[in-house]
């Protein structure tokens, strides 16, 4: 199966941006649902971002609707998150994790909210500080 490796996390301003990515090896991500979540300290695990290569389709929590935006790169087999206009309530280790489109035919939205508990493919988090 596929694995994940988080990179690009780091300490940023408040307004500041920064761009995660989510290698992936072992098999191509075009088989895969896509997601990007993160767990704030004390807090339990969110979805943040999905992507479907499948139906092109992309889902956005509300915290992030406007300021984050999930893309990939085909030939790098990679899933960035673009993160813009942070704010402190931002500050997380954000995971990418991916379901078998075959195995799990998730929709963008049900792999970011109602899936979690179930997935069993993630990175190991990537952390993300907005501070000033």
């Known amino acids: 199966q596929v694995q994940l490796v988080e990179s690009g996390g780091g300490l940023v301003q408040p307004g500041g941006s920064l761009r995660l990515s989510c290698a992936a090896s072992?098999?191509?991500?075009?088989?895969?649902?896509i997601g990007w979540f993160r767990q704030a300290p004390g807090k339990e695990r969110e979805g943040v971002s999905c992507?479907?290569?499948?139906?092109?389709?992309?889902y956005y929590a509300d915290s992030v609707k406007g300021r984050f935006t999930i893309d990939r790169d085909n030939s790098a087999n990679t899933v960035y998150l673009q993160m813009s206009s942070l704010e402190p309530e931002d500050t997380a280790v954000y995971y990418c994790?991916?379901?078998?489109?075959?195995?799990?035919?998730?929709?963008?939205?049900?792999?970011?909210?109602?899936?979690?508990?179930?997935?069993?493919?993630w990175g190991q988090g990537t952390m993300v500080t907005v501070s000033s």
């Open positions: 072992g098999w191509s991500l075009d088989l895969y649902t």
């Open positions: 994790a991916a379901e078998h489109i075959w195995r799990r035919p998730y929709t963008v939205q049900a792999m970011c909210t109602v899936a979690l508990p179930y997935l069993d493919i």
């Open positions: 992507f479907s290569k499948r139906d092109g389709s992309t």
